[in-house]
C-alpha cells in the first residue's frame, strides 16, 4: 500500500521560507513521477510543481516559477517542496501525490495515490 506523509507547513510571514517533505512508502517509485498540489478554503485544488523521481526534472505552475523548488532524494524515498518569497496567496493545504508514470502532469485526475496535507500559511 503507497502512503504519502507531508511534513514542514506552518505559520511563516510574507518574503519568508519554508520546505515541505513528502516521505514515500509501499514500493519503489523509479518509475514514478510525483507531484505537489494546493487547496486553498473555497478554492479548487492546483498543481504546484511536479518532480520525475528517475531524472530528477521538473516542472511548475507559473504562479511559483523562480520561487518553489521541487527535489527528492531517492534514498530516504523523499521528494521536497522549497518554498521562498512566499506570499499570502501561498496559503494554502499543500498535498503530495504519485503517479504510476514518468510523465510530469498537472491534472489532479492524473495522480493515484494522495497524501493527508499540511497547511501553509503566510501573514502579511
Known amino acids: 500500500q503507497v502512503q504519502l506523509v507531508e511534513s514542514g507547513g506552518g505559520l511563516v510571514q510574507a518574503g519568508g521560507s519554508l520546505r515541505l517533505s513528502c516521505a514515500a512508502s509501499g514500493r519503489t517509485f523509479s518509475s514514478y513521477a510525483m507531484a505537489w498540489f494546493r487547496q486553498a478554503p473555497g478554492k479548487e485544488r492546483e498543481f504546484v510543481a511536479a518532480i520525475s523521481w528517475t531524472t530528477g526534472s521538473t516542472y511548475y505552475a507559473d504562479s511559483v516559477k523562480g520561487r518553489f523548488t521541487s527535489s527528492r532524494d531517492n534514498a530516504k524515498n523523499t521528494v521536497y517542496l522549497q518554498l521562498n518569497s512566499l506570499k499570502p496567496e501561498d496559503t494554502a493545504v499543500y498535498y503530495c501525490?504519485?503517479?504510476?508514470?514518468?510523465?510530469?502532469?498537472?491534472?489532479?485526475?492524473?495522480?493515484?495515490?494522495w497524501g493527508q496535507g499540511t497547511q501553509v500559511t503566510v501573514s502579511s
Open positions: 501525490a504519485a503517479r504510476r508514470s514518468p510523465l510530469l502532469v498537472t491534472t489532479t485526475g492524473s495522480y493515484t495515490y
